[in-house]
T-cell receptor, first 114, second 113 residues
Framework: EADIYQTPRYLVIGTGKKITLECSQT?????MYWYQQDPGMELHLIHY???????EKGDLSSESTVSRIRTEHFPLTLESARPSHTSQYLC?????????????FGPGTRLTVT | GNSVTQMEGPVTLSEEAFLTINCTYT??????LFWYVQYPGEGLQLLLK?????DKGSNKGFEATYRKETTSFHLEKGSVQVSDSAVYFC????????????FGGGTRVLVKP
């Protein structure tokens, strides 16, 4: 069973606020990912990490930033939220060393910026 | 670049009907192929996968066969239930590309009693 957690599940916040979306996994996975899911359901990779102190930009440009100081933790930060950031954000992790190396997803954070 | 194309939804079915969701891909080489399912209010769950041509992935009554000739990975289920109502995503991955998934646009399926 996948153990990957995201908080908060829902967030409504005003324009200009700084926010951090939390993602934690207890599986010891080295790879972690952030996806943005727009209202039309499409999923776009915005950030990923191969391990501690490793972060990379994904396929879709994003104004958010990420950090990976601990293996289990991969927070995403928006310094100044805007209505265009309204979306669902999904975190995932995988164990590249494992035979399956499939990605496990968290439940998501639905962000609304007013 | 790599891409995945899925049939657009919503797909509305009656219980016990046959379900097919078409998925085709464009890629250089031979990726691994996946179907993920997203139930309302939840994250994605891996439904099934296939890692090489002619492999058949199966789980919970769903099946999909990796067809290299037609670059397809269509999802099928013989008799759907109301609980199968969800959004289904087809995806591909190259391990050499850092394990990153490329998703299709998703297909919403609604099963009515």
């Amino acid at each position: 069973e996948a153990d990957i957690y995201q908080t908060p599940r829902y967030l409504v916040i005003g324009t200009g606020k700084k926010i951090t979306l939390e993602c934690s996994q207890t599986m010891g996975h080295d790879k972690m990912y952030w996806y943005q899911q727009d209202p039309g359901m499409e999923l776009h990779l915005i950030h990923y990490s191969y391990g501690v102190n490793s972060t990379e930009k994904g396929d879709l440009s994003s104004e958010s930033t990420v950090s990976r100081i601990r293996t289990e933790h991969f927070p995403l930060t928006l310094e100044s939220a805007r209505p265009s950031h309204t979306s669902q954000y999904l975190c995932a992790s995988s164990d590249y060393r494992g035979p399956g190396d499939e990605q496990y997803f968290g439940p998501g954070t639905r962000l609304t910026v007013t | 670049g790599n891409s995945v194309t899925q049939m657009e939804g919503p797909v509305t079915l009656s219980e016990e009907a046959f379900l097919t969701i078409n998925c085709t891909y464009t890629a250089t080489g031979y990726p691994s192929l996946f179907w993920y399912v997203q139930y309302p209010g939840e994250g994605l769950q891996l439904l099934l996968k296939a890692t090489k041509a002619d492999d058949k992935g199966s789980n919970k009554g769903f099946e999909a066969t990796y067809r290299k000739e037609t670059t397809s990975f269509h999802l099928e289920k013989g008799s759907v239930q109301v609980s199968d109502s969800a959004v289904y995503f087809c995806a591909l991955r190259f391990k050499a590309a850092g394990n990153k998934l490329t998703f299709g646009g998703g297909t919403r399926v609604l099963v009515k009693p």
